[in-house]
């Protein structure tokens, strides 16, 4: 279908040609919006995982009532579809939602709240619904190492700064690894978000291609993008975990 006639409407039109691949470089729209998609997926999963990593160490060193609760608020944004995450952030964010009156009513502001369909918005958004997904990972791997290697280094002199970023870390970077990938595939690849919070003004991968589809009836242009998000998430994964890897083996061994 990709490799097909660019068409208007008809689903197949034949032929063989790779004008689709080159109209997303050639086309600044095409070619803004996957670096867009790219740039937002990255600094989402960064935020995501400065949040997860303090909140699953806060929970694997806790114990008892408290543990479980924080970790059932944490879990709590995967029992609710992103749909439903995105319509309720809608409430709260919109220029006559409850946080633009709050801050009206409060004096702070004085007309209405405009911070929806923002690069910044979405993309920070985007990070706080990926914050499971990390904090999931890297809880796994602290429960499995445990902290007796951690008390050691500060029985020895270390402080907990320390020891937490030179004993415990290059323990627990695979799960670090696991999780940042998985949530960075995920955030290219996010659609409620940046379709209901981000509009025509931050344009991502997965609203873009439904558009190309079913609004332009281009079938080879859009199942083109997709393919080449597809192999663009691979390829910067896959050279992630590389880097990652060859790091952590260079930070552990010593």
């Given at each position: 279908m990709s490799v097909s006639e660019p068409t208007r409407g008809a689903f197949h039109a034949g032929g063989f040609n790779f004008d689709s691949y080159a109209a997303i470089v050639s086309d600044p729209a095409l070619r803004g919006m996957a670096v867009d998609s790219l740039v937002i997926a990255a600094a989402a999963t960064l935020i995501a995982g400065l949040l997860a990593l303090p909140l699953?160490?806060?929970?694997?060193?806790?114990?008892?009532?408290?543990?479980?609760?924080?970790?059932?608020?944490?879990l709590c944004p995967l029992l609710i579809g992103t749909v439903v995450l995105a319509i309720g952030w809608m409430t709260i964010l919109s220029p006559v939602g409850m946080l633009s009156q709050t801050l009206q009513q409060m004096g702070l502001i004085d007309g209405a709240l405009n911070i929806m369909r923002t690069h910044i918005t979405v993309t920070i958004l985007?990070?706080?619904?990926?914050?499971?997904?990390?904090?999931?990972?890297?809880?796994?791997?602290?429960?499995?190492?445990?902290?007796?290697?951690?008390?050691?280094?500060?029985?020895?002199?270390?402080?907990?700064?320390r020891a937490f970023f030179d004993v415990t870390v290059p323990q627990i970077m695979p799960?670090?690894?696991?999780?940042?990938?998985?949530?960075?595939?995920?955030?290219?690849?996010?659609?409620?978000?940046?379709?209901?919070?981000?509009?025509?003004?931050?344009?991502?991968?997965?609203?873009?291609?439904?558009?190309?589809?079913?609004r332009d009836g281009n079938w080879p242009q859009?199942?083109?993008?997709?393919?080449s998000m597809v192999a663009l998430t691979l390829i910067i994964s896959g050279l992630y975990g590389g880097l990652m890897a060859r790091r952590f083996d260079k930070w552990r061994n010593p």
């Open positions: 699953a160490y806060f929970v694997s060193r806790s114990h008892g009532l408290l543990k479980n609760t924080v970790m059932i608020l944490s985007i990070g706080f619904i990926l914050v499971p997904y990390i904090f999931i990972t890297i809880l796994s791997s602290l429960e499995n190492i445990g902290s007796a290697s951690e008390r050691a280094a500060q029985s020895l002199g270390a402080s907990k700064a799960g670090i690894v696991a999780g940042t990938s998985l949530s960075f595939i995920l955030a290219v690849n996010a659609y409620p978000i940046p379709a209901l919070l981000g509009g025509n003004q931050v344009r991502m991968a997965a609203p873009e291609i439904y558009n190309i589809i079913t859009g199942t083109a993008l997709a393919i």
